[in-house]
């Protein structure tokens, strides 16, 4: 299983489903990571944490933990 967190720079990935529960979950889907959604990876940072994408045509930088809720086709 691919997650977004797992997704290379300049890579351009599909979301396939997402884990988690509750309002974890919840807050994914609002930043616009839904299943379907194409997510470009910008920038990652040295540490790994956050990851910065482009998605639905805006940036959004996202935490490892939840990146690692998202999985990839």
């Known amino acids: 299983m691919k997650t977004l967190r797992d997704a290379r720079i300049g890579e351009t990935v ?3 489903r997402l884990h988690g ?3 974890v979950k919840r807050r994914i889907m ?3 990571l839904s299943k379907g959604a194409e997510v470009y990876i ?3 940072a040295p ?3 956050p990851v910065e994408v482009t998605v ?3 940036e ?3 935490r490892k933990s939840d990146a ?3 999985e990839l086709i």
Do not use: H, W
């Open 42 to 44: 910008r920038k990652v």
């Open 56 to 58: 639905r045509g805006y």
């Open 47 to 49: 540490l790994g944490d």
């Open 21 to 23: 529960e509750g309002a």
């Open 30 to 32: 609002d930043m616009g």
């Open 14 to 16: 599909t979301v396939a």
């Open 68 to 70: 690692e809720m998202v």
């Open 60 to 62: 959004l930088s996202v």
